[in-house]
């Protein structure tokens, strides 16, 4: 998950209310992204105002893309962030350095943090999984009452041979009637 690249334009240093009208977020929400160290202004003014450059605007589409596109919490989002921040220290370190026990520190380092990706992208999926599943069952639930509709079997006839009776039942209630 690369960070967005910065970019070199000599674009004005924008204001927080722009920044904000720009990318759809609240004043608030940069200004907690700040507090919480996913972001840091390009600068300040001299009325100390917090001023953002192109590439904090791309940081924060990205922040709020795995925020809301791909249902990360603040939390996964700053270590993936601090994980890409890290891979970056690495690679400027591996070209500085031909000490093969630092070259092998650096590369575990970006291994375990790779697998750390990993492992929380496939908890991800599979929730993600675990959810379809359950709403493809609600669909085929649905399906039956339509099936019924359509003169087929009740989706909730009474239990015969074979058949699993209702989960209330298995709970030892009686059903609604």
Same mark, same amino acid.
């Given at each position: 998950?690369?960070?967005?690249?910065?970019?070199?334009?000599?674009?004005?240093?924008?204001?927080?209310?722009?920044?904000?009208?720009?990318?759809?977020?609240?004043?608030?929400?940069?200004?907690?992204?700040?507090?919480?160290?996913?972001?840091?202004?390009?600068?300040?003014?001299?009325?100390?105002?917090?001023?953002?450059?192109?590439?904090?605007?791309?940081?924060?589409?990205?922040?709020?893309?795995?925020?809301?596109?791909?249902?990360?919490?603040?939390?996964?989002?700053?270590?993936?962030?601090?994980?890409?921040?890290?891979?970056?220290?690495?690679?400027?370190?591996?070209?500085?350095?031909?000490?093969?026990?630092? *070259? #092998? +520190?650096? /590369?575990?380092?970006?291994? %375990?943090?790779? @697998? =750390?990706?990993? &492992?929380?992208?496939?908890?991800?999926? !599979?929730?993600?999984?675990?959810?379809?599943?359950?709403?493809?069952? *609600? #669909? +085929?639930? /649905?399906?039956?009452?339509? %099936?019924?509709? @359509? =003169?087929?079997? &009740?989706?909730?006839?009474?239990?015969? !041979?074979?058949?699993?009776?209702?989960?209330?039942?298995?709970?030892?209630?009686?059903?609604?009637?």
């Amino acid at each position: 998950m690369p960070l967005p690249s910065p970019t070199t334009t000599d674009a004005p240093l924008l204001r927080i209310q722009e920044v904000a009208a720009e990318t759809g977020l609240t004043t608030r929400a940069i200004r907690y992204y700040e507090e919480i160290g996913l972001l840091e202004p390009a600068a300040r003014s001299d009325g100390a105002y917090r001023l953002y450059d192109p590439s904090d605007l791309e940081r924060l589409r990205f922040i709020k893309s795995l925020r809301d596109d791909a249902g990360f919490s603040l939390a996964q989002v700053g270590q993936l962030l601090e994980d890409e921040l890290a891979r970056e220290r690495n690679r400027e370190r591996l070209k500085t350095t031909q000490d093969p026990d630092e *070259r #092998r +520190a650096l /590369i575990l380092d970006a291994r %375990a943090r790779v @697998d =750390g990706q990993i &492992a929380t992208l496939e908890a991800k999926a !599979a929730r993600l999984a675990t959810m379809i599943d359950e709403a493809k069952a *609600r #669909r +085929a639930h /649905i399906d039956g009452h339509l %099936a019924e509709l @359509d =003169g087929g079997p &009740a989706p909730h006839a009474p239990v015969g !041979a074979g058949q699993h009776p209702p989960l209330a039942l298995r709970r030892g209630k009686e059903p609604a009637r």
